[in-house]
């Protein structure tokens, strides 16, 4: 009678958790003047799963303010105005997809060729 192998079981992976993104809209002198205050109102009046909206201290990109941050994905948008928040949270923060006309220069680099 032949003998059987014990079958190796599959080692289960740990599920990976999703981590919460994070929208933090710069509050700082310049960027209040150019509407930051309206962008961070603009962004909590938003029901987003998953997404924390927070106001932040100078993020050292006053002269194209209003500065938004997304993290962990680190992706920086610069000169946001109330009109693009609706394209941010549906392109980016629902559907993954970061806005690329609003992506900051200076930290998003485009290089062609």
């Known amino acids: 009678m032949a003998q059987t192998q014990p079958q190796e079981q599959p080692q289960k992976q740990p599920q990976e958790q999703p981590q919460e993104r994070c929208v933090m809209v710069c509050q700082h002198t310049s960027c209040q003047r150019n509407g930051s205050a309206e962008v961070l109102k ?36 610069y000169r946001v105005l109330p009109p693009d928040i609706p394209q941010i949270v549906q ?21 062609s060729y």
Request: contains cysteine; neutral net charge.
């Open 42 to 77: 603009q962004f909590q009046n938003q029901n987003i799963p998953g997404v924390t909206i927070t106001a932040s201290g100078c993020m050292g990109q006053c002269s194209t303010g209003p500065t938004v941050r997304v993290t962990p994905d680190e992706i920086w948008y």
């Open 91 to 111: 392109q980016h923060l629902i559907e993954g997809e970061p806005v690329q006309n609003k992506l900051h220069p200076r930290i998003h680099q485009r290089i």
